[in-house]
Structures are given as C-alpha cells and as structure tokens.
C-alpha cells in the first residue's frame, strides 16, 4: 500500500503525500516532462508556482552558458529551486562530449534532480550522484525500467504507447504498465504517456505508482511558446488525430498527423530504408519552424492521445490546479473524503 491509500484510510489530509512530494519537496506529484523546445522557464516556473514540477529541456539550450543563464532565470520567476532539467542522451557517441557539458551545468548550477530519456544514463550516474542530483530515468517498458533500476538511478518514470514524442517499439499502454511497474520495478514509479485528466492521478496511485508525468496537457498552456495555431489545433484534438511515424528504423515517434508525418508514412508503406530521404521531413529545425509559424502542416510535432483533454489554451496553474480537483472528484467518487 503507498503512503497515498494509507493517509487516506486514516483520515489525513496528506492527500498527495508521496515518495515524489517529499523527495522532490514539491506539494502535488505532477511532474511535467522535459519537452524539446517547450522546456523553458516561461512554461516551467508557473508549474512550480502552482504545487508541481516539470524540467527544462536541456537540449534546447545546447550552449552551456544559455542553460546556465536559463536555470537562473527560472529560479527567478518561480521563486524556487523545486525544478529539474531533461538530459536526453543520444545514441550517437558524437553527442556525449555536448551532453557531458551540460550536465556539468547541472551540477554546478545544484539542480535537484533531472529526468534522463533516451540511451542509458551509464555515464551521468557518477557526476550526478556526486553532486546529490536525484535522478529520474524515463523508460518505455516494464523491462527498461528493471534494467535502469540496476545502474542506481533513484526512480523511474514509465510512458506508454499513449504518449507524445517516444514510446518505445514495444507500444504497451499505461494502464498495463503503470500497474505491472509498480508491482515489478524496485524502485520509486512514476506513470507518463496519455495523463491529462486528474481522475488519472488518483488512479496511478490506486496502481502503486508515485506520482504522473504530463506533456501533451501542457502544449496549449498560455506560458507555452508554440504559436497561437498550434494550440488551438491541440486544443481542437479529440486524442485520435496521432500517428506514429519511423517505426521502419525501430524510432517509434508518436506525432500530430498532418502532412509531413502522411508523407513520412508513405515513405515507410514503400519500403524506403534510406534516412536521407526522410531528413527534410522529420529534422528538428522543420519541427522548430512548425511550432514557431503555427504552420502544423510541417514538422513531427510531439502530441499524445491525452490531447483529448485539451479543451482550451488556460495559464499552466489553472491547468495544475484543474488536475488537482479532477483528482479530489474522483476520490469522492470513491467514497474517500479530505
């Protein structure tokens, strides 16, 4: 039984008291995810200001003295040090070098914890844990999260199929791994992928998980820097206008259809194995521009089933503290009173 039920059958009024409040010392245990190019401080303090979390993206502020500056700047506005920043860590051996930069930022700067995505986090381990940085290893699958359990990260946030940006290959939902992972993964779980309604808090607790990690919810938050267009097309989304694109290289990405990602599709209906033929459609910079422009048309625009629950563009509190009483409502539901 986690802390959550326990608190609950007692009576207390600790409703969100869990492993991700009282370690990351944050009130709610939302966490938002590290998104590339949204993961700036505009969009992160008013997250923290409002009880929960969330990471800046450290990839989009690749230059060591842009991150530097970016953390200190979010430390300013939201009046706090209760954030994080995402450390994707590329397959290619060429990135490492950058990476490590960066993360050097991280200790220096005394970031509290981060969220690593992508290869295994084998070589921040060392630097990061000598700096007291809590580490938060994203996986896709039960499995993964076995595994990084092993290297000493401190928990695991586990994403399904459900989820914007990259699921994994294997493409099993959250309501499956959210209970399997808390059951199997000796380590602290936190449940991403299709998490956009506050009802799912209070069921990734009833799992056994520790907390949630949203990104998709956050896209059209007013703080958010894609273009008015953007958000209003998330926001006009009913959760099935995804597609998931590059599966022909083992990358599955789950993006907003549109006709970049139906070109992408024909391109692997035909067989086509030659990445450069897909570059011009799938590179970051067409990505950027999309989201700049408000041109949706163009780019692998990151967008999750949980889109649904995206009804309008709202301030990033509203958005936090809406999850908050959607998951009080279903508590009562349940017949759990505050």
């Known amino acids: 039984m986690t802390e959550f039920a326990k608190h609950q059958l007692a009576g207390s009024d600790l409703l969100f008291d869990s492993w991700v409040t009282r ?6 245990p939302i966490l938002m995810g590290g998104m590339m190019w949204l993961g700036r401080a505009n969009l992160v303090a008013p997250v923290v200001r409002a009880g929960a979390t969330g990471f800046l993206s450290a990839l989009t502020f690749p230059d060591p003295q842009k991150l530097r500056d970016e953390i200190q700047r979010c430390r300013d506005l939201a009046q706090s040090d209760r954030f994080g920043v995402n450390l994707y860590i590329s397959n290619h051996q060429d990135s490492d070098q950058d990476l490590r930069r960066l993360v050097d930022v991280v200790c220096d700067m005394e970031v509290p914890f981060v969220e690593t995505s992508g290869a295994r986090p084998n070589d921040l381990i060392p630097p990061l844990k000598q700096a007291g940085v809590k580490i938060l290893h994203k996986v896709p699958t039960v499995r993964h999260g076995k595994s990084a359990a092993k290297l000493g990260v401190d928990a695991v946030i586990l994403v399904g199929a459900e989820c914007g940006g990259h ?20 380590l602290p779980v936190i449940l991403g992928g299709g998490i956009g309604h506050g009802s799912q808090v209070t069921a990734a607790f009833a799992m056994g998980c520790e907390g949630v990690l949203i990104g998709t919810r956050m896209m059209a938050a007013k703080e958010a820097i894609p ?25 599955h990405h789950r993006v907003l259809s549109n006709d970049a990602t139906q070109k992408v599709l024909e391109l692997e209906r035909q067989g086509v194995a030659d990445f450069e033929t897909y570059r011009p459609l799938v590179e970051g910079s067409a990505t950027w521009e999309a989201i700049r422009s ?8 990151d967008m999750g089933q949980s889109a649904c629950f995206v009804n309008q563009v709202d301030p990033a509190g509203t958005i936090i503290a809406n999850l908050v009483t959607e998951a009080y409502a279903a508590l009562e539901k349940l017949g759990v009173r505050q």
């Open 23 to 28: 370690t990351l010392k944050i009130r709610y």
């Open 294 to 301: 408000g041109d949706y048309r163009r780019g692998m625009i």
């Open 167 to 186: 699921p994994g290959p294997k493409m099993v939902g959250s309501f499956v791994q959210g209970a399997q992972g808390a059951q199997e993964i000796p």
């Open 227 to 251: 273009h008015e267009a953007i958000k209003a097309r998330v926001a006009a989304s009913d959760g099935t206008n995804t597609v998931v694109v590059q599966s022909i290289f083992n990358h």
